[in-house]
């Protein structure tokens, strides 16, 4: 069987965390901290130029310092900082990217024009985004925690996908609680690249997984959509949650990922 080509987003065999950070409180540091409590078992990175060591590791100053071939790179740097960052990663020829950091689509015309400089450079080098503005992406049964969320997610064969982060955080700590695991948990957040279609075309060939559960606000690409949808749905069954039925729900989806919602009646 080949190899999906989303595959080094869920079975890394190394992994750079760009913005990778000491202090306690920040998303940089439970990223870190995370990978590691997950037992990864590749090669782990931490990128920071302030620090020579966090949490036991050598880190790097850059991605160019790493003298290694990475197959994921996770940023949780400043919005501003992350053009500069994926076209490094192009440039070493990176092509699968989870970009942690908010402060794009969903901040209106700056934030906009920032998230399509950072699509125009991936798109000249070929490397695939998960994110901006997302939790990040949880594989078990790979050792692969790759989020800042808390509390521990045990393995299971039910696939999450969710585009809102706090909505994710929400259902993995109730099945914590009732004792259900995960083979699958992503964050889509603003979806900017990776949407929704191709993440169940993924899990739809998934041995680990045999249900999948969506969280949806809004689709930009429908016919993707419901090909994906429609793959996965033959296979294995599909729960799919939609948000935005009333006008509060549509304006909380607006302002934290920018989705555009899609109507109720063609849903």
Known sequence: MSTHYLNRFFVPKSVAIVGAS???????YRLLLNMQEAGFNGRLYPVNH???????????????AIHDTLDLVVIATPAPTVPG???QC??????????ITAGFVELGKAG???????????????????GPNCLGVIRPSGYLNATFAYGTVQEGHL???SQSGAVC????????SQGIGFSTVVSMGDAADIDFGEILDFLAMDGKTTGILLYVEGISHA???LSGLKAAARLKPVILIKSGRHEAGCKAAMSHTGAMIGGDDVF
């Open 50 to 64: 302030k620090h020579d060591e966090l949490l036991g590791l050598k880190t790097y100053p850059d991605i160019n």
């Open 90 to 99: 192009g440039e070493k020829g990176i092509d699968s990217i989870i970009v």
């Open 223 to 225: 016919r993707r959509f």
């Open 169 to 176: 955080t929400a259902i993995i700590d109730w099945a914590q």
């Open 112 to 130: 906009k024009r920032l998230q399509q400089e950072i699509l125009d450079i991936a798109h000249r080098y070929n490397i695939r985004i998960i």
């Open 85 to 87: 960052i994926v076209r």
């Open 22 to 28: 000491e202090r306690e409180e920040s998303v940089g």
């Open 159 to 161: 696939a999450l996908v």
